[in-house]
């Protein structure tokens, strides 16, 4: 996706501070950090929604789904961690390329508005 600007950080062509990254996916800092620890995890195949994913895609999600708890000390895991998958207006989903937040470092409260 040419004008994606999370395929742009996977190609190299928008600089991230990268945390893993594997044949599968890429876990980088997010640029705007709504915790302490924020970090964002996407697989390395263009798609916007859980409803689009093929067979190949939702392989790749389970992958970064268990890839997550293993990196414990690199996302600040250790007392806990919250994962987010915004889908869509009204989650308020701003970037079309699916990603896992990852919100650690801190205790959180739940506001969903
Ligand atoms: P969404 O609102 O789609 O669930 O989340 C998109 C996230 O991507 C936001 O938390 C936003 O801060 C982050 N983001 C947007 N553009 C960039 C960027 O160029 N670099 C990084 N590291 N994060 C970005
Ligand atoms: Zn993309």
Redesign the pocket.
Known sequence: MDDC??CK?IRGE?P??KVYEDDYMLI???????AKN?F?CIPKSHFKLLSEMDECQSEMLLKCLKKIPELKKELGLENGYRL???QGED??????HL?I?ILSGQKMGWTPA
């Open positions: 600007i999370f950080i928008i991230s501070t980088f800092k997010d640029i705007e950090p709504k924020h964002l987010v998958i915004n989650a308020g989903q701003s970037v079309f990603h937040h």
